[in-house]
């Protein structure tokens, strides 16, 4: 099929992750664009029909919005690679890299880049060694504020920022119960922003930095149900802040081997320095998600925008 012909996509959303509900609403959405550029679409779900769906359908492209483990760590763009199926978005070996925050992070510290400070405990090693020992030897070493996390994970689920030391075992309990590996990061205070990465073809550029605001922590629900959050995009930021942000973001999707698509989690402290904290190969594509908005900022039509990316995808699957 030459690749300027009407392309059959399948986009893959749900997953039994904690983050189906998110993925359906992304698929759904980033359907109806393609639909509405005259993009022939299906929408399939990650269960025992998937792959005969796949095997019958032959779809030109196939378009993963999966959030969460099986969806963000590379195991269902393996399971395409067996199918020789064409699709959209970075390959296993980068997604499962950028899957797990610590990686991500040394690889981009070893590019330049600047990252808060942090360690990594699983939930055996946290029980074994005693608890009230390891978490009084992080505070010691990292200080407070903290950001508790699971080392892999998305949607901010099982994320705390810990002021008080005596609240550190809770967000640990927290985290676990998402993820068997916490990572415990020292807290950069400032300017929370997003900054999303496309390759319509020439090299990935970064959009509009989105900046985040809300009136507690920027959890599940502040990022998926809307009142709680207020968005800028673009950010209220200099030129130069601007502009080195989305150095970052290009840095971070290059050195880390990701395509077509990602986005960039960054802070800018009071002193206007940068840090990187997490990427994201399948960024949400809801009614309330960063890069949709920072398209929007950019003067794209969604729709128009999902295209040339399906066309960019195609393209360098027949290279």
Known sequence: MSITAKPRVAVLAGGLSHERDVSLRSGRRVAEALRGVGIEVSVHDVDS?????????????????????????????????????????TDPRASRIAWNKPAAKTVVSRAGLTT??????PQSLF????????????TTRLGLPLVV????????????????????????????????????????????????????????????AVEI????????????????????????LTSDVAARAADVAVLAHR????????????IVDAAGGIHFLEVNVAPGMTETSLLPQ???????????????????????AKS
């Open 294 to 316: 920072a398209a929007e900022a950019a003067g794209y039509h969604l729709g128009d925008l999902y295209r040339r990316l399906v066309t960019v995808a195609l393209g360098s």
């Open 255 to 266: 050195v880390l081997g990701l395509r077509h698509i990602s986005r960039t989690d960054l």
């Open 116 to 121: 808060p400070p942090f360690v990594t405990l």
């Open 127 to 138: 029980r074994d060694v005693g608890a009230g020992r390891v978490l009084e030897a992080i």
């Open 149 to 208: 996390k699971p080392a892999e994970g998305g949607s901010a689920l099982g994320v705390n920022l810990v002021t008080r030391a005596e609240d550190l075992p809770r967000a640990m309990v927290d985290c676990f119960s998402y993820g068997d590996t916490a990572m415990i990061e020292t807290a950069v205070l400032g300017v929370e922003l997003a900054v999303s990465v496309v390759d319509e073809g020439t090299g990935p550029a970064a959009l509009p």
């Open 49 to 89: 029909d998937l792959i005969p769906a796949l095997t019958e359908l032959r779809p030109d492209l196939v378009w993963p919005l999966l959030h969460g483990a099986s969806g963000e760590d590379g195991s269902v763009r393996d399971v395409l690679e067996l199918l020789e199926l064409p699709y959209l978005g």
């Open 213 to 236: 605001v809300t009136d507690g922590p920027y959890d599940y629900d502040a990022r998926y149900n809307p009142g709680r959050t207020e968005y800028f995009a673009p950010a209220r």
